[in-house]
């Protein structure tokens, strides 16, 4: 992933709650992916078997990496590596990262949630974590937001740290620009994608317009 130095805000797709149909949903991510440029894609489902996490990934994972998109499993680090994913991302209830990071190694990616608290993220980056993820800076319709944030973390790191930082809970491409103007590197989004009412090509359009504006 790139550091703040080297790029503009990157959009980083998480897939909804629930995927019945994993075919039809890759028709859905390959359009997504067609709208612009996408760093990553993190699947996401909750309380389902891992059969059906592992059938998911094998579904979504080559789509991703054909494009360059990487393909991180959301807390779960044994089978982000049993499902060859390019990494991990961990909650302050799941994994520790120094668990994940010992099963995954140096070269995958092991990304951790910090809520809102300044002191998580500096631990995290402390201890070797790819990036860290702040928020909720909105409500979010796909996730209970227990710790609102605001920019001004993401002003705060930005200043002081070279580990990209994720902004997360209910953005959209109408409310993301001040998190893109206080410093995000990745701007994490679910339902501002595929729930837009237009689809999910015009929404990544829409967002990478937004990024490119604010990094002329």
């Not at 789509?63 to 998109?69: D, F, L, M, N, P």
Request: glycine share 6%; hydrophobic share 45%.
């Amino acid at each position: 992933m790139d550091t703040p130095e080297t790029a503009r805000c990157r959009l980083y797709l998480i897939t909804p709650p629930s995927i019945a149909h994993p075919a039809l949903f890759a028709d859905e991510l390959r359009g997504a992916l067609d709208g612009g440029d996408v760093a990553v894609l993190q699947l996401r489902l909750k309380e389902v078997p891992d059969d059906v996490v592992a059938r998911t990934a094998d579904v979504l994972r080559p789509i991703c990496q054909q494009r360059g998109v990487a393909f991180i499993m959301n807390d779960r680090p044994d089978l982000a590596l049993k499902l060859d994913c390019d990494g991990v991302h961990v909650g302050q209830q799941d994994a520790p990262y120094a668990d994940a990071r010992r099963l995954l190694g140096p070269d995958r990616i092991v990304g951790v949630t910090c809520k809102a608290s300044r002191h998580l993220a500096m631990e995290a980056a402390e201890a070797g974590a790819d990036y860290v993820a702040f928020g909720a800076f909105f409500t979010s319709s796909t996730k209970e937001a227990t710790t609102p944030a605001s920019p001004d973390i993401l002003a705060w790191w930005s200043e002081i740290m070279t580990v990209p930082s994720v902004a997360i809970g209910g953005i959209t491409a109408d409310n993301c620009r001040p998190l893109v103007e206080a410093g995000a590197d990745f701007l994490a989004v679910a339902n501002g994608v595929w729930a837009h009412p237009d689809g999910p090509t015009q929404a990544v359009r829409r967002f990478n317009a937004v990024f490119d504006a604010c990094f002329q």
